[in-house]
């Protein structure tokens, strides 16, 4: 086990806390001197370039990887949904969305009920994995994840490949479920209007934390804009001004 001495001990209020954080593969540096805190109900969202550690981060957290150096510390009985990236399922294989959500153990009848309509699957239960749209594999997946009734729910790009209209549909589902359950979201997502309309958090990660807080704080920040130009934060900016327009009409 590591032990060391950190400079910033978790927050007592944070549900989840990561301290001088690094993971080291081969002889490369991934991340480094990474620190957050994540507190109840919070909407935290990671953006950084590829290849910058987003989903190694994401992995640390839900302990699929092993840090090198620093530790994360979950409060006592937070339960972590987590929604990967995507899922490979061979389509071979005869499997209908039931079975697929009561592996790797059987969950009550009313509980996958309950899961799939709450991820805005029910119409899917027996539906065969291998004829679902993007869209609907995504919803599967986070019923999956809702299974364990989540304080801190995680996804790793869940909207990858999906078109607008899908990635839209998708994030409702999270804002509702957000509601319900009442738990905390960290999203990796590169859908910056997304970012900017549900995040109340952003990171953005280039190895280091390079720049976080609020939005409108990070897109203005010179090492955002340097990692996605300038014209990218000018349409982030416009889209907060018409977004807090439109909030002043209705
Ligand atoms: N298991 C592993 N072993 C060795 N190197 C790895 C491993 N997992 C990731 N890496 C490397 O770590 C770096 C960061 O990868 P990671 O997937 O965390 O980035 P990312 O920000 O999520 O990228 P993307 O936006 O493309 O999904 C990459 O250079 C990748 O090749």
New binding site residues.
Partial sequence: MLTMRLAHPPDSDAILSVRQLGVR??G?Q?LENINLDLYRQQVVTLI??????????VKTLIGAVTPTSGQVTIAPQQRIGYVP?RLHLDPTLPMTVKRFINLPRRHPRRDVHKALEDAGAEALTHAAMSELSGGQFQRVLLARALLVKPDILILD?ATQGLDHRGTAAFYQHIESVRHAYGCAVLM?SHDLHVVMRTADHVLC?NRVICCQGEPEHVASSPHYQALFGDQTAQTLALYRHHHQEAANVG
């Fill in positions: 593969f081969g490369q991934i950084g370039p590829n290849g910058s550690g987003k989903s190694t981060l990236q790009e990796v990660l």
